[in-house]
């Protein structure tokens, strides 16, 4: 890193203004020792850019879980009221994250607002989207995080998926787009309800909720299978998501996905023999 002289030079300039030549040196040894410190602490901090950057981050990271936890709640609250349980499902979601401390505060504020009966969920989806620069495999992954939770009950209200519907409207995906989504979903978090009431590991996944999973029909060659995997693990690739900005948090959601989408793909390959 290149050395600051800032102190010494302002430390010359107001020491000579004060007391002349000998305040010139007094003031130049005390910038010394103040460009010294400056340059120690931004060493230990990464540099000026790695601070800079670590705002932005954090920055992002606020917005991004305050837009996620706010519409979560906001979802809950569509039923009627907000249940024990979907609070309860809400921080099984927020372990599975692992957010912990002034983070799980800052997501439990968040779902609390949403609940409010005047939230502007409109301006919260738009600064969402804003902040991820309407990038889309970043927008599905938030959108199915909310479907997850949704789901976690096992069933979608039907006015939870109307607020889907136009979030997903403002993220620019369709109907058509947004119940796909949910199907895909809705065999995932069948799939691990059953693996958590047996008391072995599940065997493999059924081919059922296989080809939800991956949403193709069991008639599909295996072109056209290969084809949707591919495209599903790309849009879950942690090291392209991290890239554009999705917490890691987050990203433990998607791995989760990905593993999912890999098991799907694994079952349906042994039944019909792809190679």
């Known amino acids: 890193m290149r050395k600051s002289n800032w102190g010494k030079i302002l430390g010359l ?7 002349n030549i000998p305040g010139a040196i007094i003031g130049f040894i005390i910038g010394y020792y103040f460009d010294k410190g ?25 917005i991004f879980f305050h837009s996620l936890f706010s519409i979560m709640g906001h979802i809950a609250k ?11 499902l809400a921080s099984v979601l927020m372990d599975r994250m692992g957010l912990n401390g002034e983070l799980r505060k800052e997501a439990q504020t968040a779902y609390r607002e949403g609940k409010q009966a005047h939230f502007p969920v409109e301006e919260t989806v738009i600064e969402f989207k804003n902040y991820c620069y309407a990038r889309r495999d970043f927008m599905l992954i938030y959108l199915e995080i909310q479907i997850q939770a949704a789901l976690a ?73 290969k084809k949707a995997y591919k ?8 090291d392209k998501l991290s890239a554009q900005g999705l917490p890691e948090q987050a990203l ?24």
């Open 13 to 19: 300039i107001f020491g000579s203004m004060m007391f």
């Open 38 to 62: 400056y340059a120690q602490a931004l060493s230990d901090s990464g540099g000026f850019s790695s601070l800079m950057r670590r705002k932005v981050s954090l920055k992002n990271r606020a």
């Open 78 to 88: 569509s039923s009627g009221r907000v249940t024990e349980n979907d609070i309860a």
């Open 153 to 225: 009950n096992g069933q979608l209200h039907p006015k939870a998926r109307d607020i889907l519907y136009s979030i997903g409207a403002i993220l620019g995906f369709n109907k058509l787009t947004i119940d796909g989504i949910i199907k895909q979903n809705e065999a995932s978090t069948h799939y691990h309800q059953k693996g958590r009431q047996k008391t072995a590991q599940p065997t493999g996944m059924s081919l059922n909720y296989a080809y939800q999973i991956l949403g193709i029909k069991e008639s599909d060659d295996a072109k056209t299978i």
């Open 231 to 238: 495209k599903l693990m790309a849009q879950h690739h942690p």
């Open 252 to 275: 433990k959601l998607a791995k989760e996905k990905a593993q999912d989408i890999q098991a799907a793909y694994e079952a349906i390959k042994q039944h019909k023999g792809i190679k």
